[in-house]
């Protein structure tokens, strides 16, 4: 069975990193799991950012996602927020670690997360390039099918492995390295 991961909404944000993390979750390297706070919060910041866009594209977007991971709505963690110590603003996504059974925190944002806080439940806090290098180890065929796959159906470029790697360095370049080295 794969190891649980909670995607926090920063990672979400950006939709390559977003493709990138959900590919290989649906190529079954790890299971993924969620909030609808989460994916609110997510919506929320693009939209913020991004007034171009239709609030109507991000909630195909998110419909798209539960529809592809039905399983991964964590769902009875309010009543653990108040026990989590971690910063205040973020202890609904350690509650739903907790709830969800994670294995891995996955968010840009460790510093809310200290290790006091999450070692009594087990769960590592790593950020999304850290939580991608061990999921490619984990299987490296499989992890560059799902990318290979992912790639395919994209719309727009990057359409192959360089061109993916070449746009993916500024935000994962341990991953980057570590491909372009077994290449």
Known sequence: ???????????????RLRDVLL???EAGLYRVIWTERILDEMVRNVLDDRPDLAPNQLHHTVSCMMSAFPEAMVTGYESLENVMTNHEKDRHVLAACVRGRADVLVTCNARYFPPECCSL??????????????AYDLRPEAFMAAIERMLQRNQSPPRNIPGFLESSRTFTPQLVGKIRADL
């Open 121 to 134: 439940y087990d769960i590592d806090v790593q950020d999304p390039d850290e939580f991608l290098v061990h």
């Open 23 to 25: 590919s290989v979750a």
């Open 1 to 15: 069975m794969p190891f649980v991961a909670l995607l926090d909404a920063d990672v979400l944000y950006p939709a």
